[in-house]
């Protein structure tokens, strides 16, 4: 999470500002926000006003999945199953199963094989 007031978000805010964007937590970014880091660490991030958080940008999926492990507080492939079958929920939530080839990446990310997140992803929608 961030703190409030972090210095890289402060610091951001007014240009931020003045290309009409927003400046968000860590806890409400989107597929389509611009990370913003510090240290190595996701700190917050930028949501540029055209941004749909329906579509997200391509790219995206690798920091929706390093986001996803943050929040959990480990990496993916350390998860049990319990939270591997959380993670795949979150994931499909937030829309990163649009993207091509998404199954074998998250998949490689859980450290499962890509048969076990369609199982996971058959029994949310069922």
Do not use: C
């Not at 972090?6 to 597929?31: K, S, W």
Request: without cysteine.
């Amino acid at each position: 999470m961030t703190e409030p007031g972090h210095p890289l978000l402060e610091a951001v805010r007014d240009l931020v500002d003045r290309i009409d964007g927003t400046v968000v937590t860590v806890a409400e970014l989107r597929p389509s926000d611009v990370p913003l880091r510090w240290e190595g660490r996701i700190v917050g991030g930028v949501r540029l006003s055209a941004s749909d958080p329906a579509e997200p940008l391509a790219g995206d999926l690798d920091t929706l999945l390093e986001l996803l492990a943050e929040e959990l507080g480990a990496p993916l492939n350390e998860l049990d199953r319990k939270d591997k079958q959380r993670a795949v929920r979150l994931l499909e939530e937030r829309g990163a199963f649009t993207f091509r080839k998404s199954t074998e990446t998250v998949a490689e990310a859980l450290g499962v094989t890509r048969f076990t997140v369609y199982n996971y992803l058959n029994r949310l929608r069922a």
